[in-house]
């Protein structure tokens, strides 16, 4: 993906910022417990600021892939149950680097399977 701007990535952080605190707010009131850390969300902001909402979104979707294929992993294979907590900074940083590297043809690739449908 390419790097924004920083006078386009610094107007956008804000509302970034904003979405995922009531995604995370949303989940608390729901759950009573931290679905995500506040450390997760601001990796997040800083991902979004660099990369764009799009890189964002690839990077989230990247990770929660790849900490879900762990999980599963560990949990078929390593005994954990479902109340075991991952840390998601590994997968948010795992999942900046594929949008970083890959972004544009992973979002490429998607719009045009969307259009086909």
Same mark, same amino acid.
């Given at each position: /993906?390419?790097? =924004?701007?920083?006078?386009?990535?610094?107007?956008?952080?804000?509302?970034?910022?904003?979405?995922?605190? @009531?995604?995370?707010?949303?989940?608390? #009131?729901?759950?009573? =417990? =931290?679905?995500?850390?506040?450390?997760?969300?601001?990796?997040?902001? $800083?991902?979004?600021?660099?990369?764009?909402? *799009?890189? /964002?979104?690839?990077? $989230?979707?990247?990770?929660?892939?790849?900490?879900?294929?762990?999980?599963?992993?560990? /949990?078929?294979?390593?005994?954990?149950?479902?109340?075991? *907590? $991952?840390?998601?900074?590994?997968?948010?940083?795992?999942?900046?680097?594929?949008?970083?590297? @890959?972004? =544009?043809?992973?979002?490429? @690739?998607?719009?045009?399977?969307?259009?086909? #449908?």
């Amino acid at each position: /993906m390419k790097v =924004e701007s920083t006078t386009s990535s610094s107007r956008a952080t804000g509302s970034r910022i904003s979405v995922l605190l @009531a995604v995370w707010t949303a989940w608390y #009131l729901w759950r009573h =417990e =931290e679905g995500m850390g506040l450390g997760d969300v601001k990796m997040l902001a $800083l991902i979004g600021a660099f990369l764009g909402w *799009k890189g /964002m979104l690839v990077a $989230l979707f990247a990770a929660a892939l790849l900490g879900s294929v762990v999980g599963l992993t560990l /949990m078929a294979f390593g005994g954990l149950d479902l109340k075991a *907590k $991952l840390p998601f900074g590994v997968f948010l940083a795992l999942g900046g680097l594929i949008a970083l590297f @890959a972004g =544009e043809p992973l979002v490429r @690739a998607y719009v045009a399977y969307a259009h086909s #449908l």
